[in-house]
C-alpha cells in the first residue's frame, strides 16, 4: 500500500492492506500488491527481524498510519532496547491494515459508536457494514423504526425479533457454541432481548452504551462484534498469513508478531492458518497481545464447561511460537471488561473476580486454561522480564495501561513505553 516515515524520526515501515475477504488490496502506486515490493526489499537488505503490527476495531488508513506511528515510535524511542538484540540487529517494521470500522473508532475508549448520530446516518452506516444488500436493508429498516417508535423499550417488539433473525440469516451468523469455537462461532446464540437487557445492566452499572447506542438497537452490537471477529479471522488465515509464509521463504529473519483489540484475532489466525491447519516454513519467534478482544479460553486445553480444547490450541501443540507469548490485562479497560462480554456472552461480567467466566477477554483476565501460562505484572521501561521460550506471560498491566486525562477509556492506551519494552524483551528471548 505505502511506505510511512514515522514523525520525528528517520524510521520507515510499510503499511500493506488487506480488504474484507482476506485478500491483498491491488491499489500499490506501482501496480498490484504492495507486499511485492517489500518482499523484493526484504531479500535486498537481509533485516534480522521483522515486526509485525495489527490494529483491531479501527478502521480507516489514516486511523491505522495513526497508531503505527505511535506504537512503534514508542518501540525505536527505548535505544537500550534496541541495543540488546545485538550488533548487527536491523528491523523492518509492517503495519497490517484492514476493514474493521463498524460505527465508531477504538480511540473513544470502547467498542461502543456514537448513540448521538441522526438514526438515517446511523442505519446507512450500520447496512453498508453488514454488506449493504437489500436481504440486509430490509430487517434493519424494521429494526430501526422500532427503535425511533420507542427509543426506551425495555422489551423487542415481536416484528423486530423477526427482523433480527431475518438479518442474521443474511450475513451467515453462526456464533453460538459458549466459548468453544472459532472467534467467530463462540457466544451466545442471536438474542436481542437479552441483548438489550445486558446493555441496560453495563449501561446503569458503569454509565456507558453498548455497541451501538441501547435499546431495540442493542442485538446490533452482538452481530456487530461477530462481524468484526469473523473479519479478522477470514484475513488473518488468509492473505496475512500468506504473506508472512512468502517472507519465511525469502528471508531469514525472526518475525514477531503484535496484535491489539481484535487484531489478536487477526495475529492468532495468522499462526493458526487456513481453518486451523496452515503450516508456516518455521516458528514465529514472539507474540503480544495487547488488551485482547479473544476468549481467555481461545488457547485453552478445555474451554469453560467443556472438554473441546479452544481453537488457537493447536498453536501451542503444534509449536508454532518458538518463543515468549505475552498478554497484556487491565482493569481500567471497560471495551474488553464491559462491552466484550456484553456482546459475546449477552451478560456483564467485569467484576474481575477470582473465578474465571464463560465469557471473558483477554484484555481482561489473559489466557487461561493451559499449563504453559503464568501470571506477573508488567515492569517498568527498564525492568528485566527474562520471559521464557515456550510460555505465556499474562501481564498485569492496570498500573499503565490506564484512562488518562483527557481520555474516555484505558482500551488504546497502549503507547506508553512500559507496553513497547515488554515487546521488546520478548523479541530479545530470540
Known sequence: MSTHTIPGTNTE????????????????????????TVLEKVKAEAPTNIFFF???????????????????????????????????????WIGLHWPSLPWGEEGSGSFAAAGGKPLDQLFEETARDFGGSEA??????????????????????????????????????????GSAGAPDEDGEPLDPQAALDADTMAMQSFGLFGAIGGGI?????????????KRGRT?????????VSALQQVSNAKIHLMGHSFGCVVVSSILNGPDGKGALARPIN????????????????????????????????RGVVSG???????????????????????????????????????????????????ERDMLDKDGDYGFASGKIHNLESSTYIAKKEGASGAHSDIAGPQVA?????AALVS
Open 13 to 36: 515501515y510499510h503499511l500493506i492492506a488487506f480488504d474484507a475477504d482476506g485478500l491483498e488490496r491491488t491499489d500499490d502506486v506501482a501496480g498490484g500488491v504492495f507486499s511485492r
Open 54 to 92: 495489527s490494529h483491531g476495531w479501527k478502521g480507516d488508513a489514516p486511523a491505522a498510519i495513526d497508531q503505527y506511528n505511535r506504537w512503534i515510535k514508542a518501540m525505536v524511542d527505548l535505544t537500550p532496547d534496541a541495543q540488546r538484540m545485538g550488533a548487527g540487529f536491523k528491523p523492518l
Open 136 to 177: 440486509v436493508r430490509g430487517p434493519l429498516k424494521v429494526i430501526f423504526d422500532a427503535h425511533a417508535q420507542d427509543p426506551g423499550a425495555s422489551e423487542v417488539p415481536a416484528r423486530a425479533l423477526q427482523a433480527y433473525r431475518d438479518l442474521a440469516t443474511a450475513i451467515g451468523f453462526s456464533a453460538g457454541k
Open 217 to 229: 438497537l442493542s442485538g446490533l452490537g452482538q452481530l456487530s462484534f461477530w462481524t468484526m471477529k
Open 235 to 243: 484475513v488473518g488465515e488468509g492473505g496475512m498469513h500468506q504473506l
Open 286 to 317: 514472539s507474540v503480544a497481545l495487547v488488551q485482547g478482544a479473544l476468549s481467555l479460553w481461545s488457547y485453552a486445553d478445555k474451554v469453560f464447561g467443556s472438554s473441546q480444547p479452544g481453537y488457537f490450541r493447536n498453536v501451542l501443540t
Open 324 to 374: 515468549p507469548i505475552i498478554t497484556t490485562k487491565s482493569k481500567h479497560d471497560t471495551a474488553v471488561g464491559v462491552l466484550y462480554p456484553t456482546a459475546v456472552g449477552l451478560v456483564r461480567e467485569a467484576d474481575f473476580a477470582d473465578e474465571l467466566p464463560k465469557y471473558g477477554g483477554i484484555g481482561s483476565f489473559g489466557i487461561q486454561g493451559t499449563t504453559v501460562s503464568a
Open 421 to 425: 519494552h515488554a515487546i521488546w524483551q
